[in-house]
Nanobody
Framework: QVHLVESGGGLVQAGGSLTLNCAFS????????MGWFRQAPENERELIAA????????YYADVVKGRSHILRDNGEETISLQMNSLKPEDTAVYYC??????????????????WGQGTQVTVSS
């Protein structure tokens, strides 16, 4: 059973930066497209970034494009999401996900096979 554990959330001021990390276990890491979703109160969850099994093809939602970077380390079986120029509207619970579908399908699926427990990110104005 795939298990995902996020870390790195917290409170940050607007304009600041934060890096979220996710540790994968319980499966073959290179078989999965990895991603980050987020869900703010009263909002639907949204996929904000994803990376293919090689770490080469990446997807960013418009809301984070240009100020976020998703990285994958197949040796350590981890992914990270560096977010810069944070805004109060980035406040949400962030979830690490693992999906057996290729990244082209993950981009439109808005769901995933496996989810972490989530980590809270709060951006103060």
């Amino acid at each position: 059973q795939v298990h995902l554990v996020e870390s790195g959330g917290g409170l940050v001021q607007a304009g600041g930066s934060l890096t979220l990390n996710c540790a994968f276990s319980g499966g073959t890491f290179s078989s999965y497209t990895m991603g980050w979703f987020r869900q703010a109160p009263e909002n639907e969850r949204e996929l904000i970034a994803a990376v293919d099994w090689r770490g080469k093809t990446k997807y960013y939602a418009d809301v984070v494009k240009g100020r976020s970077h998703i990285l994958r380390d197949n040796g350590e079986e981890t992914i990270s999401l560096q977010m810069n120029s944070l805004k109060p509207e980035d406040t949400a619970v962030y979830y690490c996900t693992a999906d057996r579908l290729p990244i082209q399908s993950v981009r439109t699926r808005q769901d995933s096979d496996y989810w972490g427990q989530g980590t809270q990110v709060t951006v103060s104005s």
